[in-house]
């Protein structure tokens, strides 16, 4: 089984190999390539990836490459994970919509449609060449705003599901507090990527006991502080909302605080040059754990477990991931792409039926489904016309004195990423 990832020079990508090391009976890896345009970052990660398999007696062979094509020839799957522009571009994101007193944020809003705007010709354009040479592959994306690049995949006829590792976060907290293995539990998550709910926990299965009530009833305000939302808020919602929505919920306090302390990219990049000045030392053979703090926790145990079930091996039969709704809400077009539980197999993921969803939730989807769409077709067209209609149909924007001045923000910063600009 030959993996590729691409990205593969992320400091992120440890704690995946980790992850295939570990849980090589549930994926059989023979051949990891990492590929990066970035070579003295491929070197160093490649270099603990090999010192990693080493250390847990895994067979597999680590290749390195700048080549794609090379890369994904002959793949089984292909694991997205980039960064176009890298930091640099992710502190622009961050710091320009607030001068108009918007979040500066890498997945929502102006932040998150500049990234979608860089993000989405690159990864199709990967994805064609992935199909070139090896039309059998799945392609998993992890590279943000999930939803609307993994939508863009599946409009273009890609095999593509989408992953995000809030669900399995969830999970694994949950667990904790009930005291009970992760695996026996299964969410009811039902919404957009980074625009999500948790409506039910239960144990055991889709069929089992919905703890959530006593959940929240012991230990709302545990998760209310993780959440950093106001326990009240929790008990009149009765659902545990992604840390995400606090964007939405809390909007103009979200905007006061992040004016006042350093972008979580200028955190990120100077964490990634302790890592990577870490991955440099030939005695390391494990991920440190100040990785932990990098973000994406649980990742690579969520994509093991999606590419198992997609080539056919192991992996949960059921997992939240990324898709097209086909129905499920009915209140959204079936080609919007949610985010839910879903079967998963070697035909791909098909979503399992979710209960009728509150108003209050459904709304906001809806509203940021039209969003997406709009951002996507900016996207595929570009065009300042289309980026303003985007920007005006969020939810946290919406105002077209903002809209018109985030436009030309939007186009200054990321004009040497945008072909048409």
Same mark, same amino acid.
């Given at each position: 089984m030959k993996l590729t990832v691409v990205g593969g020079g992320s400091t992120y990508t440890p704690e995946l190999v980790d992850g295939f090391a570990r849980l090589r009976d549930t994926l059989p890896v023979e051949e990891l390539v990492l590929m990066d345009p970035a070579q003295d970052r491929l070197d160093l990660v490649g270099g603990l990836a090999r010192r990693i398999f080493t250390r847990q007696d895994h067979a597999a062979r680590v290749?390195?490459?700048? /080549?794609? @094509?090379?890369?994904? /020839?002959?793949? /089984?799957?292909?694991?997205?994970?980039?960064?176009?522009?890298?930091?640099?571009?992710?502190?622009? @994101?961050?710091?320009?919509?607030?001068?108009?007193g918007c979040v500066g944020q890498e997945t929502t809003g102006a932040g998150g449609l500049a990234k979608a705007l860089r993000t989405v010709p690159v990864v199709l354009d990967i994805a064609d060449r992935v199909r070139r040479t090896s039309p059998h592959a799945w392609i998993i994306d992890f590279t943000n705003p999930v939803g609307i690049v993994t939508r863009a995949l599946l409009q273009a006829g890609h095999k593509a599901v989408g992953l995000c590792n809030v669900a399995i976060g969830l999970q694994r907290k949950f667990a904790a507090l009930l005291s009970t293995e992760p695996s026996g539990i299964h969410l009811d998550h039902v919404g957009l990527n980074h625009l999500t709910w948790e409506t039910a926990v239960r144990l055991g299965g889709p069929e089992g006991e919905d703890v959530l009530p006593k959940l929240l009833g012991e230990h709302g305000d545990t998760i209310a502080a993780d959440l950093r939302l106001p326990r009240p808020l929790l008990d009149t919602l009765g659902v545990v909302p992604s840390y995400?929505?606090?964007?939405?919920?809390? #909007? /103009?306090?979200?905007?006061?605080? *992040?004016?006042?302390? =350093?972008?979580?990219?200028?955190?990120?990049?100077?964490?990634?040059r302790r890592l990577l000045a870490m991955y440099a030392d030939p005695a390391l053979d494990e991920k440190p754990e100040l990785l932990a703090q990098r973000g994406g926790a649980f990742y690579s145990e969520a994509a093991v477990d999606l590419a198992a079930a997609l080539l056919g091996g192991g992996g949960s039969p059921y997992q939240v991931v990324n898709t097209y709704n086909r129905g499920t809400l009915p209140f959204l077009p079936d080609d919007a792409v949610i985010e839910v539980q879903s079967a998963v197999g070697s035909k791909g993921a098909s979503p399992l039926p979710v209960h009728p969803?509150? =108003? *209050? #939730?459904?709304?906001?989807?809806? #509203?940021v489904t039209a969003y997406e769409d709009l951002a996507l077709q900016a996207a595929l067209h570009g065009g300042r016309d289309r980026v303003f209609r985007a920007l005006l149909s969020h939810p946290l924007i919406g105002q077209y004195a903002y809209a018109e001045t985030l436009t030309d923000r939007l186009i200054a910063h990321n004009r040497e990423h945008l072909a048409w600009a």
């Open positions: 290749t390195t490459t700048s /080549d794609l @094509d090379e890369a994904v /020839d002959g793949a /089984d799957a292909v694991l997205l994970q980039l960064r176009v522009g890298g930091q640099a571009a992710r502190e622009q @994101d961050e710091t320009w919509p607030l001068e108009c995400y929505l606090r964007y939405y919920y809390a #909007h /103009d306090e979200v905007v006061r605080e *992040l004016r006042t302390k =350093p972008s979580r990219a200028v955190e990120v990049a100077a964490m990634e969803v509150n =108003p *209050l #939730h459904a709304g906001l989807m809806a #509203h």
